[in-house]
């Protein structure tokens, strides 16, 4: 009894957005502008996809050969969007002996929840426009030769769980903006030509379960802040300059 009208009820609803969505569309056909306004998020993350395939030097797979104006975007080869908005989510093309780099315009895909380009050889800077991806979860550039810094404005990726630079030319300190990225499971630095010193405020990532940090050139002592993060399962420093405190 309570299943059936549970399923009635979900019956209504559907037609109740299925009479929305066509008002809307004959909204849309009545008015361009608001055809257009619609128009331009797809569209922006089709050039993005286009500018970022421009990038590629190398593609000894082909990986990049379904990215052409025959198919949809969301069908190219490591591409997944929405269902629905068919917002580009995931950017996944990992291991595919990839030869580039990551253009600014990478910020455009604003929808983007992952990107893993992990075991590549993408060069060049991680492009501070990685910023104004808000709802980036995961992000594995891991097994590359990006170089240059951290950039700051990976600060505002605030949703960030995971965030994975292991293997890489990458210099400089850890900015201390950073230490907004409070939702960080992963954060693996491991095996890149960072200096400085840890950052006491890693301690504040109450979620961290694993913190890489071996192969550096990391100095000081471990801050005794890394003590309070109860869930901490793997903690690496090793092969850095650190001293005993
Ligand atoms: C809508 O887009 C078309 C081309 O895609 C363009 O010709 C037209 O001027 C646009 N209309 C508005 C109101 O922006
Ligand atoms: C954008 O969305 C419109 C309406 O849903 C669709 O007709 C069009 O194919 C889409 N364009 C791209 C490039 O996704
Ligand atoms: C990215 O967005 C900026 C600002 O809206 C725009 O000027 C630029 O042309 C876009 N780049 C691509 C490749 O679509
Ligand atoms: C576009 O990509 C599809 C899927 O990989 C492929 O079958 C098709 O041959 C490609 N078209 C062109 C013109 O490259
Ligand atoms: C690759 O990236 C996607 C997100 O874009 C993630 O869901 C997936 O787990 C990653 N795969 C590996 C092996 O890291
Ligand atoms: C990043 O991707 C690689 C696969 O290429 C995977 O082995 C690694 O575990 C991922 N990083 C994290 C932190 O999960
Ligand atoms: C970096 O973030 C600052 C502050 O929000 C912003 O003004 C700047 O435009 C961002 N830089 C890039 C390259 O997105
Ligand atoms: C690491 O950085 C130092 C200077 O900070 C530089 O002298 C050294 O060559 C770099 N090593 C590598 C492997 O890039
Ligand atoms: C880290 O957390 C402590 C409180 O536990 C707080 O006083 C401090 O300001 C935080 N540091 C940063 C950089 O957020």
New binding site residues.
Partial sequence: MMEHSRTNCKLVLFKFLHGFILLCMSTCLESTTLCNLTLLGNESDRLALLDFKKRITVDPFNAMSSWNHSIHFCSWVGVSCHRSTKRVLMLNLKSKKLVGSIP?SI?NLTYLTGINLSDNNFHGEIP??M??LQSLQYLNLSHNSFHGKIPT?LS?CTQLRLLDLKANRIMGSIPNQLSSLLNLKYLWLYGNNLTGTIPPWIGNFSLLSGLHLGRNNFQGSIPNELGHITGLEEFLVHLNDLSVA
Avoid: A, I, L, T
Wanted: glycine share 24%.
């Fill in positions: 600014s910020g501070p426009e910023g104004r404005n505002q």
